[in-house]
């Protein structure tokens, strides 16, 4: 992964995070002010002083956990959305806002599930047990001690919370399992639809490897080159050219009735293994039909084109085909430039008109569309 797209994703998850974090805060700031309703109601045990105090120190918890994120310090952390934390900081000042209550507790025992809530699509299983367990036996443990201290007004009361809490907690874990095991299976199956897709994709380069490719000779075929060297033509810049060529192998008919057809494939093998040597990489060589070729070289001169020609044509000259055995292997080239604002049909004409200079010159030999030749 570039370093660049590890910082986007950094960037685009910190985001994510953030927004998490504001609903975290927006649940503080509505409990906050449930726990103000009740301070006017007289539903508080304790003073507003000791009131303003928690309500700062819960404020500035969230504020390490913002610090946090806004310094990018939780990207340390193996979870870093701090998800287990959040939530086990937000169910200890939830069971001791509720120790300060007198009568009303059970209307903010919804908070709890509120609370349990952020962890339900973030935290593993038995995390999120964990922390259900933390919630029930913390307010639990709020009425023992309570009991304990003989300042529980109505014990019926205080059972039927707890026991309505323990059984929304055991609610709620078994719905995060559920929930744990529908994105394991989801997860699953967006990887296996990532390796159809990935199969599907080598299956599109195949067939379009052979859809571009000529079967005998594996090179190029002339459909795939017409598109390719039109593309090519129309980037070509002001003051650039490319060099195409026609290339017809000689006497490829005397080879075909002396020697069998199958011979004749061989000799176009030959070719094409001889072409793929001598040219650069992005030099395009295609089969254009029968024994006869086409060749594009990208951004090149006159005198480097024709060089490449020639060095083909003896390459060609000198090869000996495997399993047959032939007097003499030679070609024939035409050769012209493209410039910007050419036409390919006219340009191949041009090469064609030179291949033919070519033949009639006695074949074995390059001629030029350029050159001032005599017809």
């Known amino acids: ?19 998490r974090f504001a609903m975290a805060a927006a649940t503080y700031a ?26 700062g120190l819960a404020a500035l918890t969230q504020a390490v956990f913002l610090g946090l994120f806004l310094c990018g310090l939780n990207l340390r952390f193996r979870d870093p959305s701090l998800t287990e934390a959040q939530v086990l900081v937000a169910l200890a000042w939830l069971t001791l806002l509720l120790g300060m209550f007198d009568n009303g507790r059970g209307a903010l025992l919804v908070i709890y599930v509120l609370i349990l809530l952020f962890g339900v699509f973030q935290l593993p299983p038995r995390v999120f047990a964990r922390c259900a367990a933390i919630a029930f036996f913390g307010f639990a443990g709020l009425n023992l001690y309570e009991a304990y201290l003989y300042r529980l007004t109505d014990p019926a009361l205080s059972i039927l919370q707890v026991s309505v809490l323990g059984g929304v907690m055991l ?46 000779t594996g090179l190029f075929n002339r459909r795939y080159f017409l598109r390719f060297a039109n593309s090519e033509l129309q980037r070509l810049q002001s003051g650039g050219q490319h060099g195409l060529a026609l290339i017809d192998l000689d006497y490829f008919k005397r080879i075909n009735d ?65 399993g047959i055995k032939v007097d003499t292997l030679s070609l024939s080239i035409g050769m012209t430039l493209l410039t910007m604002h050419d036409d390919l049909d006219e340009a191949l004409q041009r090469a064609d008109q030179a291949l033919y200079r070519a033949k009639r010159s006695g074949r074995n030999r390059c001629e030029a569309a350029w050159e001032d030749v005599d017809a």
């Open 258 to 322: 002396a020697h069998g057809h199958a011979a004749g494939d061989r000799v176009l093998q030959t070719f094409a293994s001889v072409a793929q040597t001598c040219l650069r990489d992005g030099d395009i060589i295609a089969r254009y039909g029968g024994e006869e070729f086409v060749l594009l070289l990208p951004n090149t001169q006159a005198d480097q084109f024709s060089a490449c020609c020639e060095r083909l044509r003896e390459a060609f000259n000198q090869a000996e085909p495997l």
């Open 30 to 55: 509505l409990t906050t002010l449930l726990c103000w309703v009740a301070v006017f109601n007289d539903l508080f045990r304790t003073t507003i002083p000791t009131v303003l105090l928690v309500t």
């Open 171 to 216: 609610w709620l874990s078994l719905f995060a399992s559920y929930m744990h095991a529908m994105r394991q299976r989801m997860r699953q199956r967006r990887f296996a639809l990532q390796a159809h897709q990935d199969t599907l994709r080598g299956m599109m380069r195949q067939l379009e490897d052979l859809v571009a490719t000529d079967e005998l």
């Open 1 to 19: 992964m570039s370093l660049n797209h590890q910082r986007v994703t950094q960037h685009t998850l910190q985001r994510l995070l953030l927004k």
